[in-house]
């Protein structure tokens, strides 16, 4: 009888165990169940909204359903990130975001309602956008130089629009001001719409931004670019040199973009995601709307995730504490 009763369990295990092992691919494959929610926490019409719906659209050919941009604006991405950070793990919230939101916001608010770490599964680093400065052509600056000179002469008396407190544009502007000595006033927007659109009306003569944003107003001669601030020209504005080339080295500060999700997906949906976002970035239709939009597609796995935060989180901090930059 307990030989009897020893099989019994024993086949009762191993079909426990049979069925575990043919279950998770079966859950695996109803993922997703529904449409995903990609989460940008910038007004519709910016750089990361434009990048965002690229990827959105990638995503979903990859996943068999809608991926749905829902802008979320405020606090230098902060709601946005808190509101994906607390949404449940299942994989049909994820957030588009920059290192705005995983070094700079850190380095600028305490406490946080996210931790860039622990609250966040890495699914892969998408590219960069590069920054650059620009100008109102009613300033009469053609080159970073003049624009300089200029604004020695007139301490306080320019100002430029960034798409937001504490974003990488402001970051960027504020490690201009730092490299150069100069006095400039900064005037935060909520997102680079409406930042671009009161350069273009000459209500604020200069403005940090994002090629996406830029590039057709640049061309179209509404706007001057001065420099970008990244380490190698922009190839989206290959004309235009770096603040370095410019004769300024040391302001160097790209928004890399990330796709994350609440941390604690079950590993089949993680590897899905990933696996949809690699491909994504690998077509070369991707990748060629986000180039026609002025991004730099550049994927990379989510495993240097973590170590590019820590690294670039010293940068930051660095930066706020000796140029005295506030998030207010």
Known sequence: MDQRMYGRRAWLTAMGALAASLGAPARATTFPSRPI?????????????IAGRVVAKGLAGRLGQAVVVENKAGAGTVIAAAAVASAAADGHTLLFTSNTTYTIAPALRSPLPYDPLASFEPIGIVGRLSMVVLAHPSLGVETLGQLVALARRQPGKLSYASFGNATVAHLAGEMLKWRTGIDIVHVPYKGSAPAMQDLLGGQVPLSVDGVIAAKPHIEAGRVRALAVASAQRSPA????PTVAEAGYPGVELDSWVTVLAPRGLPPPVRERLVDALAQALKDPAVAAELWRAGAEAGYAPPEGYAERVLRESALIRQLVREAGITAD
């Open 37 to 49: 929610t990609l989460v940008v926490p910038y007004p519709a019409g910016g750089s990361a909204d």
């Open 237 to 240: 504005l290959p004309t235009v």
